[in-house]
């Protein structure tokens, strides 16, 4: 793709503030080859994935440049999905996450922020972002790297970008991911975190730390990898509804997820999208049976997510018809790990159909509160959630230490449970997650 008279070219950044008031802010910028980066100002969001190359026609605008048309390319080829077992996963290679603390306009730096305090939040704590990442990802994907610093960086307001081309080159080493915390934290950032989104096939390399947590870290990272939100949605009369036009959006409403507002395990949607699960870890079900459902915080050989297609193929658009909806995806919370103090419940979201490549960001996905407390939202033994539009029920048939036994009511589905590499399952599945 080249440039001609009018135009710009390069890569498409997207970036995504995360504030502590729950508000987001979506930035698109398009970074040149000399890798200076020049704000784009959209009519209407692009459907153009983040790293693709770009050009664009437009004029100067105080805000950036005011594009009038754009032509993108495919960001990559994406990594497709493999199926494997994983209680004894085959570890992949640690990414590089390099932190580096930053004293701001040479300020001393508190010790919360400190770099050997920084780097046990990254990197060797028992509840660091990279305990977190081996955790959730079975053993497969972790984080190496180390903290840097402190450098001493003269801001002007928040210029963070102008942080980061000071700072990087002073990182001795190349990493994979970088992640600049700003000390002591600044109140003309009004943002707790940014990340730049990328995809699990062309994932990007740069987060900023207002505020250090493991929530912030890994959501900032998800973003770089292509997750998106988890979210939750209230709806008037019950838990959801067949026409979600009145129901309401919050942002960051999965108060359990790193991508929302928690710091336990990624649910089962970003879990498959990270390659996390193979084999029958994830199951579609079109019809009725007796299914056990085993914990998401365990490596296991079993089931660990239901797919549930809204009854009849319906679609649901939300909100305000920019996604559509197709399916329930269910999957079984106790205390195990990053998990541990939660009430043993099946959760269930709902979200588009799965990505069939990782060469897109992964869509949002909602939490749905079924027991009106939101604190534990999820279904407990003896609990029911039926489809409002009628023709599918979930049934929480019982719940051990090993699994929750799931009765689906499939009344005019057809077909038989079908495992993400394309065979068959015979209910209800194994009982527990082996050795």
């Known amino acids: 793709m080249v440039a001609e008279p009018g135009t710009a070219v390069g890569e498409l950044v997207v970036r995504i503030a995360d504030f502590e008031d729950g508000r987001t802010e979506t930035m698109y910028l398009l970074r040149t080859s000399d890798g200076a980066e020049q704000p784009l100002v959209f009519h209407d969001p692009p459907d153009v994935e983040p790293g693709a190359k770009l050009k664009v026609w437009g004029s100067a605008s105080a805000e950036g440049i005011a594009v009038s048309k754009f032509e993108g390319a495919p960001a990559g080829s994406g990594i497709g999905s493999a199926s494997y077992d994983l209680i004894h996963p085959m570890p992949e290679a640690p990414r590089t996450f390099c932190a580096a603390v930053v004293a701001i306009n040479f300020a001393q730096v508190p010790a919360s922020l400190s770099v050997p305090t920084i780097e046990e939040t990254f990197h060797t704590g028992a509840k660091s972002a990279n305990a977190y990442l081996v955790e959730n990802s079975y053993g497969r994907n972790s984080f190496a790297g180390k903290t840097y610093g402190p450098f001493n960086f003269s801001m002007s307001g928040c210029d963070y970008a102008g942080l980061r081309d000071a700072v990087k080159p002073m990182i001795p080493d190349k990493c994979d991911h970088y992640g600049y915390v700003l000390a002591p934290n600044q109140k003309s950032c009004g943002w707790a975190g940014i990340g730049d989104e990328g995809t699990a096939a062309k994932p990007q390399s740069d987060t900023w730390y207002n505020a250090v947590d493991i929530g912030t870290i890994v959501q900032e990272n998800g973003h770089n990898m292509g997750l998106n939100h988890a979210s939750s949605i209230t709806c008037t009369g019950g838990p959801f509804a ?76 939300f909100p305000a018809g920019s996604v559509t909806l197709t399916s329930y995806y269910l999957e079984y919370r106790s205390s195990l790990g990053f998990d541990t103090g939660m009430t043993p419940q099946v959760f269930v979201h709902t979200a588009p159909s799965p990505l069939t490549a990782n060469t897109k960001s992964n869509p949002h996905s909602w939490l749905l509160n079924l027991s009106g407390n939101a604190k534990n939202p999820g279904l407990v033994a003896g609990a029911s959630f039926s489809d409002p539009a009628g023709g599918l029920t979930i049934t929480v048939s019982a719940i051990d230490s090993q699994k929750a036994t799931v009765q689906i009511d499939y009344p005019g589905g057809t077909g038989g449970p079908t495992c993400m590499d394309g065979t068959a399952l015979t209910p209800p599945g194994p009982t527990d997650c082996g050795s």
Request: hydrophobic fraction near 30%.
């Open 242 to 317: 067949d026409d979600l036009s009145g129901c309401k959006h919050d942002e960051y409403g999965d108060h359990f997820d790193t991508m929302g507002l928690g710091q336990r395990h990624m649910h089962v949607w970003p879990k498959r999208y990270m390659g996390w699960f193979g084999g029958c870890n994830w199951v579609k079900v079109t019809s009725s049976g007796t299914f056990n459902l085993l914990p998401i915080a365990s490596a296991c050989d079993g089931v660990q997510a239901i797919e549930l297609p809204f009854p009849g193929g319906k679609t649901r658009s």
